[in-house]
């Protein structure tokens, strides 16, 4: 449960011009015109009154230096929360309020974080940060702190005011453990100052405390800033049905290449209806004195041109320009070598295509048991061990099944053993130790759709959404196309897959995301070569694919051919089709049924993925002694 916008808007009205008495008093306002609700500034100084009373926003508005505040501002700005605030407003309007329920994953009998003592010497935290230009005021509003040794105290307290973590950082300049950060090891990330804020008003969000700080010093209080920097997005899932509450929030990221990154995420991830951002200036005049320096943050503009320039910088912020139309000089030229993406792990394959590239849709295609599913766990490890996120759709295999193959790749050979059936033939299984630690190690990084879920189209694009907004996925798998329930009736088939292709191509682009959908080919002869037109259902499926890569199985006769040039190998993947780079080859390799990885050197051979700490100091042998005649010793 959340806090009801039209309870605290019910409470506003029901007090009206009480609001302005009350905001008087507490802000004890110089020469307050009772009659005309109207006053000099309290936060800046002027003789003639220009601080007024709205009475439709319940609000105080200063003509002087654009400020506003109602009276939950002013409620927290003398040291309430904003539960504590709204609660009060209640109460003076005689409104019911009950505190919601906490929705905010945190443990209760923290071993940290703990306060540091508010009888610590502040000195060199005043003088630290007010160097930065960041007031007294502005520190004890935040209750910036300082621990024994005269570090600075960042406590991060929940909407709840519970204290959730604790930054700490060095009161000068130093190239290592700058910043540390003390906290729970399974309390959930949040936000920095995010007990203060109002969520009925704009969210100004930035990179880091100081910033945050920096914000709050030119006069806008509504503002947090993440802990880890550009780093750290795991508070977007944690605070998802909090941030809901914003109808605007500004993001006020760094304006270097991190903090434009960062950036980019948040409006993806929250709505670009929802949000706009501050246009950090590459550099600025200091304080007139006609030198110019780079600025790149919140407090290198307040250092530089003062709290009137950085609070017209938020109250200017841009909107999130229309992005289904550009001019030519915004267009950016594709250029493979800046595109996000991952490497296979197969060194032929990967010398062809680069990566799996975002933004695009890779489409699968091959004959029953030409090891369409080794590949995509390949991949899929390759994947998550470079830090995207994985969400697998599957009706070819129950979730358990889909478990089972990705669990027996991920281990390898090493991490085996074998057991005798009663029918005198070798069976290998993964050792429980690897199990725990596979599934440890990939447990948020590997989402599967369920088999008891609904396999309807809009279903599957929901849940994906959902994936790549609010946990940050960046891999969707399909597996396979013709399972997936699509709009169209039978009898418009390929409309209906063409519509969906489409639209797979679009969410790959909205969201920066790389998809691989796999397609089954027509009935073809065995060990024929698959092209273009052998994808089953509509041609659109290759047409608008980014990419089409075929596997099948060489022949016996090929493969024990010595004079054959697939002499040895098991299979054939082919690069069927790719817009990225036009090249067509066939590259064939080898495939190990123990550990199901397809191979085509010593290292792919006895790859190790990221859950395995252990460092081998020598190679596993190779399945087949003409095998090591394939390759020279690496």
């Excluded at 950082?169 to 203060?196: G, H, S, V, Y």
């Excluded at 010093?217 to 998802?240: D, F, H, P, R, T």
């Excluded at 250092?303 to 992005?323: V, W």
């Excluded at 489409?502 to 024929?528: E, T």
Aim: aromatic fraction near 10%; include cysteine.
């Amino acid at each position: 449960m959340l806090i009801d916008k039209e309870t605290i808007e019910k409470a506003k009205e029901k007090l009206g011009d009480e609001n302005a008495l009350l905001m008087a008093e507490l802000l004890e306002l110089d020469n307050f015109d009772e009659k005309n609700l109207k006053s000099c500034c309290p936060y800046h100084n002027e003789d003639t009154p220009s601080f007024i009373y709205n009475p439709k926003k319940y609000s105080y508005h200063c003509f002087g230096c654009n400020r506003t505040v109602d009276l939950i501002d002013v409620l927290v700005e003398k040291g309430k929360t904003f539960v504590d605030a709204v609660k009060i407003l209640c109460d003076k309007a005689n409104i019911e309020f009950s505190c919601p329920e906490q929705h905010v994953k945190t443990l209760h009998g923290y071993k940290y974080p703990h306060e540091e003592s508010r009888d610590n010497d502040m000195s060199k935290v005043y003088d630290y940060l007010g160097k930065r230009g960041i007031s007294k005021a502005t520190i004890d509003y935040l209750d910036i702190r300082s621990d024994s040794n005269g570090n600075i105290a960042f406590h991060s307290y929940d909407q709840f005011d519970t204290l959730t973590v604790v930054n700490y950082r060095k009161p000068f300049k130093a190239k290592e453990n700058k910043c540390w950060f003390q906290k729970d090891a399974d309390t959930a990330d949040i936000l920095f100052n995010m007990n203060r804020v109002n969520t009925t008003k704009p969210l100004v969000i930035t990179e880091g405390q100081i910033d945050c700080a920096s914000v709050i010093e030119a006069g806008y209080l509504n503002c947090v800033s993440v802990l880890k920097g550009s780093q750290g997005m795991g508070w977007i899932e944690n605070l998802w049905d909090w941030l809901k509450q914003f109808d605007s929030i500004i993001v006020f990221s760094d304006g270097d290449r991190a903090g434009l990154k960062m950036r980019s995420e948040l409006i993806n991830r929250l709505g670009a209806m929802k949000c706009k951002y501050v246009e950090v200036p590459s550099e600025l005049e200091y304080k007139n004195t006609g030198k110019i320096y780079p600025v790149k943050d919140a407090n290198e503009i307040l250092q530089c041109k003062g709290k009137e320039y950085l609070l017209e910088l938020i109250n200017t912020a841009k909107d999130i320009p229309i992005t289904s139309v550009a001019k030519l000089s915004e267009i950016k030229e594709l250029n493979p070598t800046e595109m996000d993406g991952f490497e296979s792990g197969i060194r032929e394959l990967d010398k062809e295509l680069m990566k799996i590239f975002t933004g695009g849709v890779t489409l699968l295609t091959g004959l029953p048991s030409a090891g369409k599913t080794t590949f995509l766990n390949q991949i899929v490890l390759m994947a998550m061990d470079n830090g995207y996120k994985t969400f697998l759709f599957s009706r070819e295999l129950l979730n358990g099944m889909s478990k089972g193959w990705f669990t027996q790749v991920a281990a390898g050979r090493r991490n085996m053993h074998s057991i005798r059936l009663a029918n005198g033939n070798d069976f290998y299984i993964v050792n429980d130790d690897a199990k725990k630690n596979i599934t440890q190690h990939y447990d948020d990084s590997f989402f599967i759709y369920k088999d008891e879920e609904e396999n309807s189209e809009d279903k599957l694009f929901e849940s994906m959404e959902l994936c790549a907004t609010k946990k940050g996925l960046r891999l969707f798998i399909i597996d396979n196309l013709m399972t997936v329930q699509l709009h169209a009736d039978t009898a418009d088939t390929n409309k209906a897959q063409t519509d969906f292709m489409n639209r797979l191509i679009k969410f790959s682009m909205k969201y920066d995301v790389a998809v691989v959908c796999i397609a089954h080919p027509r009935k073809i002869q065995g060990g024929a070569d698959i092209g273009l037109f052998d994808v089953a259902g509509s041609q659109n499926i290759v047409n608008l694919a980014t990419r089409t890569i075929g596997l099948k199985r060489v022949k016996e006769s090929d493969k024990e051919n010595v004079s054959n040039k697939y002499y040895g190998f098991d299979v054939i993947i082919t690069i069927i089709k790719d817009r990225i780079f036009g090249s067509t080859k066939e590259i064939p390799v080898f495939y190990d049924t123990i550990d199901r990885r397809f191979y085509s050197n010593y290292e792919e051979y006895d790859r190790v993925y990221g859950w395995d700490k252990t460092v081998y100091t020598t190679l596993l042998p190779y399945v087949e002694k003409n095998r090591k005649e394939v390759f020279p010793d690496e």
